[in-house]
């Protein structure tokens, strides 16, 4: 009897084991404190890269080169610094220091060390997450609420004038908790890391990716309800970011190789096959899908089927004003912001950006909000 | 890993922070449990999900694990219960397409032997038993202690699992 039972072909047993390990490993990072480095690597780093500088540099071939290099990365007259915002709203970005909050007139205020945030609905609050902690915060930086969860990252906040609910990851569960803090639920796992983000006008439809790589929808009846599972799609590779239409009718899943829409007038989703695909993010208000790809270098940034701009190195983050008119994207090799009208009329960028918001990295815009 | 020593010594590395150790453990371990969970789930998704949680629930309780006890046993009764609730919430639950929008759920993988198809026809408890007993090894008085049974009862769903296994076969 043990032989025949060794014997059942057991599907997917090799995939599942490696999934399995990542899984594992990840959590047994988190629960393991990580040993120190050695700072050489990255100063031998440091000390190559200056070298190639210098040497580029007392060299005229060198200097062309350089040269060269200066004008094509980055927009020429761009603005040395963060004045104003195209379009109304704020901004919610993360940095080194922590969690910002920018004005549509270019003032920033520092929330506190975060690593994450969102904002809620109407954009009266944030939701930000530090280590192993979910913190609701005013926009001027006083704490309403905090809850000690392990490995807490990604929130997302919905809801109505009257009950809120905000989503988010552990280590690999997802939870859900009222917008008060109290009533924390734990909704399902093992969660992949992809952000889990709700259904707009749907009453508590939370959608996430499990460690599979296959979208989950859950819906809540009432207040704390049951929670029953609504939907569940085939298993996809590489899962990188999911996103609801603003009117909950088409769902935006961005793999690794593929670019998946659901719930197109099809009875299959609308699947694109593509390993350039950088990001991507629906219009609100309406179903447009803007792209960021890259190929041999250069990014492109298209609406529909126009390419609205390009560039050399690599976009990143790209988001919508609130009203559907402009576009935000990074652009770390330049450390520029760029902001490009829909239309693809108008550009406006923005230079030095780590520095404004004192951060060795790249910042990352987590959300642009309707305006207070 | 040959022997409870070598096991025991891979448990203390990993109560100590050893990936390599953790790992040997994985690897050892991972194929028993994710089968045990298949052969009861018959639904290879699940049996994933089963397998994996069941490692981190185990890695939770890493530094409580007593290392005078073997590491295996204790893992695949975590994956033997959780699918059996897995199963037994199956049937109060079920997963259902959103219309237009998403593919149906895939189904449970259709039996792809005479032992699976005979499996498939036992209930979910009386499986759990026969994977306990002959995949996993343990006696009916581990059974019975991991499951939380009678002894008569563990002794009387083998006998049937293995009539209805008969029969399949």
């Given at each position: 009897m043990k032989r025949e039972l060794e014997r059942v072909d057991v599907p997917g047993e090799h995939e599942a084991r490696e999934r399995a390990w990542n899984v594992v490993t990840a959590a047994f990072s988190e629960r393991t404190p990580v040993p120190q480095t050695s700072h050489w690597p990255r100063v031998a780093a440091v000390a190559i890269a200056l070298s190639t500088v210098v040497a580029a540099t007392v060299s005229?071939?060198?200097?062309?080169?350089?040269?060269?290099?200066?004008?094509?990365?980055?927009?020429?007259?761009?603005?040395?610094?963060?004045?104003?915002?195209?379009?109304?709203?704020?901004?919610?970005?993360?940095?080194?220091?922590?969690?910002?909050?920018?004005?549509?007139?270019?003032?920033?205020?520092?929330?506190?060390?975060?690593?994450?945030?969102?904002?809620?609905?109407?954009?009266?609050?944030?939701?930000?997450?530090?280590?192993?902690?979910?913190?609701?915060?005013?926009?001027?930086?006083?704490?309403?609420?905090?809850?000690?969860?392990?490995?807490?990252?990604?929130?997302?906040?919905?809801g109505s004038e009257a009950d809120t609910r905000i989503a988010y990851l552990t280590t690999t569960r997802v939870h859900a908790v009222p917008g008060d803090g109290t009533g924390d639920v734990d909704v399902g796992g093992p969660s992949h890391r992809v952000a889990p983000v709700w259904r707009p006008s749907a009453r508590f439809t939370l959608t996430y990716v499990d460690t599979l790589g296959r979208v989950r929808l859950y819906d809540i009846d009432s207040g704390l309800g049951p929670w029953r599972p609504a939907g569940l799609s085939k298993a996809f590779r590489g899962p990188r970011k999911l996103e609801w239409s603003s009117d909950g009718r088409r769902l935006l899943f961005l793999t690794r190789r593929?670019?998946?829409?659901?719930?197109?007038?099809?009875?299959?989703?609308?699947?694109?096959?593509?390993?350039?695909?950088?990001?991507?993010?629906?219009?609100?208000?309406?179903?447009?899908?803007?792209?960021?790809?890259?190929?041999?270098?250069?990014?492109?940034?298209?609406?529909?089927?126009?390419?609205?701009?390009?560039?050399?190195?690599?976009?990143?983050?790209?988001?919508?004003?609130?009203?559907?008119?402009?576009?935000?994207?990074?652009?770390?090799?330049?450390?520029?912001?760029?902001?490009?009208?829909?239309?693809?009329?108008?550009?406006?960028?923005?230079?030095?950006?780590?520095?404004?918001?004192?951060?060795?990295?790249?910042?990352?815009?987590?959300?642009?909000?309707?305006?207070? | 890993?040959?022997?409870?020593?070598?096991?025991?010594?891979?448990?203390?590395?990993?109560?100590?922070?050893?990936?390599?150790?953790?790992?040997?453990?994985?690897?050892?371990?991972?194929?028993?449990?994710?089968?045990?969970?298949?052969?009861?789930?018959?639904?290879?998704?699940?049996?994933?999900?089963?397998?994996?949680?069941?490692?981190?629930?185990?890695?939770?309780?890493?530094?409580?694990?007593?290392?005078?006890?073997?590491?295996?046993?204790?893992?695949?009764?975590i994956v033997v219960n959780r699918a059996i609730d897995w199963t037994r919430a199956r049937r109060l639950r079920a997963e259902v397409e959103l219309a237009d929008t998403f593919h149906a759920p895939p189904a449970p993988s259709s039996p792809a032997d005479d032992v699976l198809a005979g499996l498939a026809r036992l209930p979910p408890e009386h499986r759990a038993v026969v994977v306990m007993r002959y995949l996993l090894e343990f006696t009916p008085g581990e059974i019975a202690v991991a499951l939380d049974l009678p002894r008569g009862t563990v002794n009387s769903r083998l006998r049937r699992g293995l009539d209805a296994l008969g029969d399949g076969l």
């Open positions: 005229s071939p060198g200097r062309a080169v350089l040269d060269e290099i200066r004008e094509v990365v980055g927009v020429e007259r761009a603005q040395p610094a963060l004045f104003s915002l195209p379009a109304p709203g704020r901004l919610l970005v993360a940095s080194d220091a922590g969690v910002w909050v920018v004005s549509e007139d270019g003032s920033r205020r520092l929330l506190g060390d975060y690593r994450e945030a969102t904002w809620s609905p109407f954009g009266r609050y944030v939701a930000a997450t530090r280590e192993n902690e979910l913190v609701a915060i005013e926009p001027d930086g006083d704490v309403r609420w905090t809850l000690a969860r392990r490995g807490a990252r990604s929130p997302r906040w919905t593929k670019l998946v829409l659901f719930g197109s007038r099809s009875r299959s989703p609308l699947s694109i096959r593509s390993e350039r695909l950088v990001d991507a993010a629906l219009r609100p208000g309406s179903h447009e899908l803007a792209v960021l790809r890259t190929r041999e270098g250069v990014s492109e940034l298209l609406v529909g089927k126009r390419s609205l701009f390009s560039g050399t190195g690599r976009f990143t983050a790209l988001v919508w004003s609130p009203d559907g008119r402009w576009l935000l994207l990074g652009w770390p090799a330049a450390d520029q912001w760029v902001f490009v009208r829909a239309d693809g009329k108008r550009i406006r960028a923005v230079s030095n950006v780590s520095a404004q918001f004192h951060s060795q990295s790249f910042p990352r815009v987590e959300g642009w909000c309707c305006a207070p | 890993m040959r022997t409870a020593r070598d096991e025991r010594a891979r448990v203390r590395g990993a109560q100590e922070g050893s990936v390599s150790d953790l790992e040997t453990l994985f690897r050892t371990h991972w194929p028993r449990a994710y089968r045990a969970a298949y052969l009861v789930t018959h639904d290879a998704a699940a049996a994933e999900d089963i397998a994996q949680e069941s490692f981190l629930a185990a890695l939770r309780a890493l530094d409580r694990f007593d290392r005078r006890r073997p590491f295996g046993p204790w893992l695949h009764r």
